[in-house]
């Protein structure tokens, strides 16, 4: 039996984008997915037209081409339909999941703000955010290797089959956030020291809050690491979560 906050309702989400620039890139595609009883009972995905040429590099990674894009829908309407989707589950404290959603959730903020003329924040999203990304930094702070989606559904046993297509990871990532508390029990003490709650045993919202302090605390040790190496520390707001603004 799954603990009354992974039972659902969650909301899956993801995009695709024209880059890795959170600030100045755009979506080419997302997807929301809703869970209910731990499992998908409703799938949202659109093509976005960016209104530029997407990168090869881009295209590389999820296989969405300019041809393809221009039949999707224009940047304005497709950011406008995201912000409202997630105002309404922020409305109703339905998590929004996903891995990384401090690049995905900035994007639709600064994009927002630039398309409609009012971001996600301003329009009074508040969460609650369950981001497996970060939750995995903290619960398996000392296990070595990449944190990329694939990797945490490895560790958490789940079946990734088409990464890179939003509504795939976005359906990867619940079913990642849901393996977690058990993933984190039978691992404990083993790749953290923190003294960290059981997940099953807190509410979204305070997951939600738990979270900032965790990011910050991570991007905080990182950085200091980077610095340590010779590297430039982290910008500013690579401190922020789960929506960063420019420092």
């Not at 993801?14 to 009883?37: H, I």
């Not at 296989?63 to 912000?83: K, P």
């Not at 997951?207 to 190496?229: E, M, P, T």
Request: hydrophobic share 45%; proline share 5%.
């Amino acid at each position: 039996m799954i603990s009354p906050w992974r039972n659902g309702p969650l909301l899956g989400f993801d995009l695709e984008t024209t880059g890795v620039d959170r600030f100045n890139d755009v979506p080419v595609s997302s997807a929301f997915v809703r869970f209910d009883g731990g499992e998908v009972t409703k799938v949202d995905s659109t093509i976005v037209n960016p209104g530029r040429p997407i990168p090869h590099g881009a295209i590389d990674v999820h296989g969405i081409t300019d041809e393809q894009a221009a039949e999707g829908e224009a940047l304005d309407v497709a950011i406008a339909g995201i912000v409202e989707v997630l105002l309404a589950a922020s409305r109703d404290l339905v998590p929004v999941v996903g891995s990384n959603l401090a690049y995905d959730l900035t994007m639709v903020d600064v994009t927002a703000k630039r398309e409609i003329g009012m971001g996600l924040v301003e329009a009074g999203f508040t969460g609650p955010v369950i981001d497996v990304l970060v939750i995995d930094k903290t619960y398996a702070k000392w296990r070595k290797g990449k944190r990329t989606l694939d990797l945490l559904c490895e560790h958490n046993g789940v079946v990734l089959d088409g990464a890179h297509d939003a509504s795939v990871d976005a359906i990867a990532a619940v079913q990642v956030a849901i393996a977690q508390p058990a993933t984190y029990r039978a691992a404990k003490d083993k790749w953290s020291k923190k003294d960290l709650p059981d997940l099953d045993k807190v509410s979204p919202q305070t997951l939600h809050d738990l979270q900032i302090v965790w990011h910050h605390d991570w991007a905080v040790d990182f950085s200091g690491w980077r610095v340590g190496k010779g590297m430039e520390a982290l910008a500013p707001d690579e401190l922020l979560w789960p929506v960063a603004t420019r420092v």
